[in-house]
């Protein structure tokens, strides 16, 4: 059978909405759309290169509880209310993703909350521990 679990972050909307930050499915690791959110404090940046900072900590942080990391993502989304705030990112973005290439998609959308300024998901692969 295969493995499904789910992984949480803490954060309140969790709860409140009833998701989990990632849920591992065998082999794939499926991040929802993570908002710059410190959830430890729930407090969020008015600045949207820390927002996206924050974002990836917190993918990053369920990607290790799911056993990978981000040379393990084969696919990207980002969602942003401001298109004109993508670009101030793109360096962001380019540490955590340059070097494995994922698949990628940029929208512009109304996010939950007016103070949210970006939103990143994604879906990783896990390494196969006899390779």
Known sequence: MTERRAIL??????????YARAVVDGDWVHVSGTTGFDYAAMTI????VEQAEQCLRNIGAALAEAGCGFRDVVRVRYLLPERADFEPCWPVLRR???EVRPAATMMVCGLA????????????RRPDPGA
């Open 9 to 18: 972050s803490g954060s309140v909307f969790e709860e409140r909405i009833g």
């Open 45 to 48: 940046s008015d600045d949207v």
């Open 96 to 98: 955590a993703f340059g």
């Open 113 to 124: 909350d007016p103070r949210m300024r970006i939103e990143i998901e994604v879906y990783a």
